[in-house]
């Protein structure tokens, strides 16, 4: 089992920053192999991808609604994926989750995946 956890959610007010970082723990093997990636979900409405890291190589893909403010990156030997998350709208308010898919590749890693393992989430508000 992978064990995910989150942390720095809060609120911001419209054009604020956040940074948000999640660790892994637990039983991991081949972590070069490992899609990790940060979803979104408000509520009422669907769990969103938001960012994607192949931790091997490095590799980051975004979702067009983020893509140019948010940034996604990792510390591989802390085990640690974060987001930066700049010129925040009030639409990115939702709960944001950590997730990780073992055994991907880099051209499947996206933020459309299908993750194995989810944190417990971290709440983003963002006010106008």
């Known amino acids: 089992q992978v064990q995910l956890v989150e942390s720095g959610g809060g609120s911001v007010q419209a054009g604020g920053s956040l940074s948000l970082s999640c660790v892994a723990s637990?039983?991991?093997?081949?972590?070069?192999?490992?899609?990790m990636g940060w979803f979104r979900q408000a509520p009422g409405s669907e769990r969103e991808g938001v960012a994607s890291?192949?931790?091997?190589?490095?590799?980051?893909k975004y979702a067009d609604s983020v893509n140019g403010r948010f940034i996604i990156s990792r510390d591989y030997d802390k085990k640690t994926l974060y987001l930066q998350m700049n010129s925040l709208k009030p639409e990115d308010s939702a709960m944001y989750y950590c997730?990780?898919?073992?055994?991907?590749?880099?051209?499947?890693?996206?933020?459309?995946?299908?993750?194995?393992?989810w944190g417990q989430g971290t709440q983003v508000t963002v006010s106008s």
């Open positions: 997730a990780a898919l073992p055994f991907s590749y880099d051209d499947l890693c996206d933020p459309k995946m299908r993750p194995t393992y």
């Open positions: 890291f192949y931790m091997g190589l490095g590799s980051t």
């Open positions: 637990g039983d991991i093997s081949m972590f070069n192999r490992y899609c």
